[in-house]
């Protein structure tokens, strides 16, 4: 059995490369213990300075989007034209999306902090945004042009704006009408994962319905056969959640109300079927499309088991918005690979810094459109990253501000792991012939630590008559790196993590370990005590 396992991770390997390669082809990497990431530009929303935004609305300019109402065949995207025209034409001119379309500054909270004698005219970011020329070089002469946005239900209205004077010094000069969805409260994105037990699937998806307004529920059963109903909790989080800026400030929006349906006792490699519903108090039901997935293989079933490995691929914007700087197009294309071959993947596992939203929190909504096709098929499993963890004194194990405030709160509640406590972001999931050990690196790791002593437990309680192999996963590099900034510091990884964990590797006979964090695609030879453990590799 263990010969026709070699195979597979073989192959797990070389697919692995291919989805690695997909997205350091474009993104940047995070760097060792302390050090700024440096990837090509910043969080592009990050480079509006929102704050210091002026009115200056001309009359002589105008925005309209159409049209107006969407989602009328119960899409949950659909493409929207943006016609405007400026009298004074720039370069520097750009649109920006705001959602909810009441973006002015009475809706500004006390909690902005803004310590200016003048408040803020706008106090929250665009969702998104495209310069004015950006498909027309003309616009610079003729002052006229129409650009086309690709919206996604994010449980609110929008509006369109449109400014001068470039990111660093808005100037509003015109706004359009609002838009919005037929249904923004539908249920959507539905995000597959492992229970807690081999024959448990859970569902966990995003609406606009409150507990006080409606039933959450998943309608699942075998394809064609019967079907049950199962019951769904109810997570959301409010602003005062949120650890700093700008995810407690500009980059504050809704996350509206995350449900999560747990399917027990199904049979093994079974396809079933599910969509999503809410029963309302006034007896009607609002319902999703349908979806499907195969439940997991036995514990040791010894059968062709997929298995998909990346970390760090974030989010882009199909319709080219924000991303003239070159943010994190590359998953798009990781994306798309993976959708292409979906019929060839059984379950994914995503190690880190997910979204980069980086306390911008309509990024979370956008993310979880993008992988809908993904995570509603196949188990989509998370480990947390410094861009979903860090902010100093929260407990976070490095003390950056990389998660732009969102201090684990957006991976903890949007997503489901099977995890005794899901702000201590390890957890061990069994699938087929694998038992996989999750790792939280924004967490303490050491000798003694609670993590430790789950990371031993998890890999010594291991069945390897059932599960020959045995993956170590997680987001900073434990291992061995040869990235630049560990070159640099001199540790080839992160400090400590050999000298922690290395051994428990070698004593329950680890398999393979997999890091993400320096957006490069790396192999190691078997090593142990910084030596080669094989004479050939």
């Known amino acids: 059995m263990k010969d026709s396992a070699r195979q597979l991770l073989h192959r797990l390997a070389t697919v692995l490369t291919a989805t690695v390669a997909a997205v350091v082809a474009f993104a940047g990497g995070d760097t060792g213990v302390g050090i700024p990431a440096r990837l090509p530009g910043v969080q592009p929303l990050a480079m509006i300075a929102i704050h210091m935004a002026s009115l200056e609305l001309d009359s002589s300019a105008s925005i309209k989007a159409s049209p107006n109402l969407l989602g009328l065949r119960k899409d949950d995207t659909e493409r929207i034209k943006v016609e405007l025209q400026s009298p004074k034409p720039s370069s520097d001119d750009w649109v920006g999306v705001f959602s909810p379309a009441n973006f002015n500054a009475s809706t500004c909270p006390t909690e902005v902090g803004n310590s200016r004698e003048q408040e803020p005219l706008i106090c929250s970011s665009p969702i998104k945004y495209q310069f004015a020329n950006y498909s027309n070089a003309e616009y610079i002469k003729t002052g006229k042009t129409t650009l086309r946005f690709q919206m996604i239900n994010q449980r609110s209205d929008f509006s369109f704006a449109l400014f001068r004077g470039g990111l660093a010094n808005p100037k509003l000069i015109a706004f359009s009408n609002t838009v919005s969805f037929a249904n923004p409260k539908a249920p959507l994105y539905p995000r597959l994962a492992q229970g807690k037990l081999w024959n448990e699937m859970t569902i966990t998806w995003t609406s606009g319905y409150n507990i006080d307004e409606s039933l959450p529920f998943v309608e699942w059963g075998p394809n064609d056969g019967h079907q049950t ?44 079927s599910y969509k999503l519903g809410h029963q309302l108090f006034n007896g009607s039901y609002v319902w999703s499309k349908s ?26 914007e199909r319709d080219g918005s924000n991303e003239f700087n070159n943010y994190q197009p ?32 309509s990024q979370w909504d956008q993310f979880t459109s993008q992988i809908e096709p993904i995570a509603s098929a196949v188990p989509y499993m998370i480990a947390s990253g410094n861009h979903e963890r860090d902010w100093p004194n929260t407990g976070s ?94 540790t080839f990884a992160e400090p400590m993590g050999r000298e922690s964990l290395e051994h428990l590797w070698q004593k329950y006979r680890v398999d393979i370990a997999l890091f993400g964090h320096v957006h490069n695609y790396e192999r190691t030879c078997p090593i142990y005590q910084l030596n080669n453990a094989e004479s050939m590799c």
């Open 397 to 490: 194990f490095y003390d950056t501000m990389d998660s732009g405030g969102e201090c684990g709160v957006l991976a903890e509640t949007m997503f489901y792991v099977p995890a005794d406590n899901r702000a201590k972001f390890w957890y061990s999931t069994d699938f087929g012939m694998f038992r996989f050990c999750i790792a939280d690196t924004e967490h303490d790791w050491r000798k003694g630590s609670e993590q430790y002593k789950f990371i031993e437990h998890c890999l010594s309680t291991a069945d390897r008559q059932k599960q020959p192999w045995l993956i170590f996963l997680a987001h900073r590099v434990l291992g061995y790196s040869s990235d630049l900034w560990y070159a640099k510091e001199g």
């Open 229 to 272: 109903r199962s019951p769904a909790g109810t997570l959301t989080f409010n602003r005062n959640d949120m650890c700093g800026s700008p995810a407690r400030t500009f980059g504050w929006r809704h996350p509206g109300y995350i449900h999560t349906s747990f399917l027990k006792e199904l049979w093994p490699n079974t396809m079933y």
């Open 291 to 316: 979806y499907s997935f195969q439940a997991s293989p036995y514990p040791g079933q010894d059968s062709l088991q997929r298995v998909i490995i990346f970390g760090d691929m974030g989010k882009a």
């Open 330 to 361: 590359g998953s798009l294309n990781t994306t798309d690979q993976l959708i292409k071959d979906l019929d060839n993947i059984d379950i994914v596992f995503h190690i880190g810094d997910i979204t980069y939203a980086n306390g911008y929190l």
